[in-house]
Nanobody, 125 residues
Framework: EVQLVESGGGLVQAGGSLRLSCAAS????????IGWFRQAPGKEREFVSG????????EYTDSVKGRFTIARDNDKNTVYLQMNSLKPEDTAVYYC??????????????????WGQGTQVTVSS
């Protein structure tokens, strides 16, 4: 059974940090790029960050560049999203997703084959 399980969300004050984890199982992890998306109430799901299957290539949406860092550990089948200098506008449910491709990482929801259930991140002002 394919599973992507997010963890590490929570409530934090503006300026604080959180590290999200995405643990994968049930598929060949190193064959997939991994992306993080987020969805705030009343808004569409949006791309946040992604990492290629090898980890050599990363992507970030403009609003998180310089604040978020994505990394993966293929030995542990896990991807991490380190989020620093959090802002209230970062509040959302964060989802990780797996994208089968040989290079790079997709940025559209349609690019991704498998999805996790999400973890809530709330940033208070």
């Amino acid at each position: 059974e394919v599973q992507l399980v997010e963890s590490g969300g929570g409530l934090v004050q503006a300026g604080g940090s959180l590290r999200l984890s995405c643990a994968a199982s049930g598929f060949t992890f190193e064959d997939y790029a991994i992306g993080w998306f987020r969805q705030a109430p009343g808004k569409e799901r949006e791309f946040v960050s992604g990492i290629s299957r090898s980890g050599a290539s990363t992507e970030y949406t403009d609003s998180v560049k310089g604040r978020f860092t994505i990394a993966r550990d293929n030995d542990k089948n896990t991807v991490y999203l380190q989020m620093n200098s959090l802002k209230p506008e970062d509040t959302a449910v964060y989802y990780c997703a797996a994208d089968w491709r040989t290079r790079g990482v997709g940025v559209f929801t349609a690019d991704f084959n498998y999805w996790g259930q999400g973890t809530q991140v709330t940033v208070s002002s």
